[in-house]
């Protein structure tokens, strides 16, 4: 079984679509690798496949923190606004991706992401609404590469730093990506822009397992990571080791991340079998060790270059008047009617620009006698 047919996996839109991105991301490159966890004795977590790169954990604590009575309300407006949303967003993400609907695969895998980050951020005492920066709040909005950023050092000992091939699969052609790239890709093609396709996508057989990966390892910290594993019943009890959630995670999976949510319900089959299929199968770091998966559905590469290239850009290209005066009149007709930022015309029109001055240069060449 072949994943990725293509090997070119690399492969990017043609025409505008590298620049396109852009001008709808605003976040920043998000190229710093950290470590994460070393498979233990759990299968689960072996299949989760992360590589660590010896960083040290977030804090070395000297004291717990402390669950103030209020917390049990946040938990629940966190699980309700963000982690429910979240895992329902990601199995029908699967879904998509199982049957090519691309565009809404991308769509929810954003979303998903963006929801597990800010519960994460709001269970662990920071704020999911925006960051400073330079002096100025910012936002966060949808842009899932500056959550990640700022969830990270929350315990980078738990986040993948590459995402390589499960074992169960042992491609040889399995494209290994690190998170940051991953999670960049996702936040291109599942922006809230690209709904309408003005970006277009590329996608590969194995983005759906590396999205596995990635919320797998994001989802468990959506707790407070420095109270007390056993909250505060275990505190101070003789024999109970002092230590955190955090501390304690890979040694107590799987119960360290259950989140007694939506998502354990459909694997518990409390939503029905379809659910639980669509959620696990090929799921390598949420199957349990005895779920039997079927036959391997997802597409291989796929891709889509924007419409408003094709239409805009692409007929200047041909040399020939008609085709000009086309995409000329379709351009005008655009502007009037399509909502599109000042940035995407105005790069839009420096486009157009240099494609016709590159007819007249083409041309000039082209004159017998002309030397070439």
């Not at 299949?47 to 717990?64: D, F, H, I, M, Q």
């Not at 929810?108 to 609404?129: D, G, P, Q, T, V």
């Not at 559905?297 to 085709?323: A, E, I, K």
């Amino acid at each position: 079984m072949n994943l990725e047919a293509d090997t070119n996996w690399r492969r990017k839109p043609v025409a505008l679509a590298v620049e396109l991105v852009g001008i709808f991301l605003a976040g920043p490159n998000c190229v710093a690798n950290r470590a994460c966890a070393e498979g233990s004795d759990s299968g689960t977590l072996e299949n989760c496949v992360l590589r660590s790169s010896g960083l040290p954990s977030a804090k070395s604590e000297t004291a717990l923190r402390e669950l103030d009575d209020l917390y049990p309300h946040k938990h629940s407006i966190a699980d309700n606004l963000y982690i429910k949303t979240a895992d329902e967003n990601y199995v029908v993400a699967r879904w998509c991706c199982a049957y090519g609907l691309d565009t809404d695969f991308f769509w929810l895998a954003a979303h998903s992401l963006e929801k597990y980050m800010k519960a994460a951020l709001l269970l662990n005492e920071r704020s999911a609404k925006g960051y400073t920066e330079g002096g100025k709040n910012k936002l966060y909005s949808h842009d899932i590469e500056k959550l990640y950023a700022d969830l990270r050092p929350l315990a980078p000992e738990l986040l993948p730093d590459s995402l390589v091939c499960p074992n169960e699969i042992n491609d040889p052609a399995w494209p290994v990506e690190t998170t940051e790239t991953f999670i960049k890709r996702i936040h291109i093609y599942g922006h809230p822009d690209n709904r309408y396709q003005f970006i277009g996508y590329v996608k590969h057989g194995t983005d759906v397992l590396k999205l596995d990966q990635v919320i797998f390892a994001i989802r468990r910290l959506c707790q407070p990571l420095e109270a007390h594993f056993l909250g505060r019943a275990g505190k101070d009890q003789p024999g109970v080791p002092n230590q955190t959630r955090r501390e304690r995670m890979l040694q107590d999976d799987p119960h360290s991340r259950n989140l007694h949510s939506t998502l354990e319900q459909i694997v518990q089959g409390k939503r029905g079998k379809l659910l639980r299929r669509v959620l696990l199968n090929w799921n390598f770091p949420f199957a349990p060790g005895d779920f039997k998966h079927g036959r391997l559905q997802y597409h291989g590469f796929s891709m889509v270059n924007p419409v408003l290239v094709r239409r805009f850009l692409d007929p200047l290209d041909t040399g020939r008047p008609d085709q000009d005066k086309l995409a000329d009149d379709l351009w005008s007709w655009a502007k009037e009617n399509l909502h599109m930022t000042g940035a995407f015309i105005n790069l839009y029109e420096q486009e157009r620009t240099d494609r016709k001055n590159n007819q007249v240069t083409n041309a000039k060449v082209a004159e017998p006698g002309r030397e070439r």
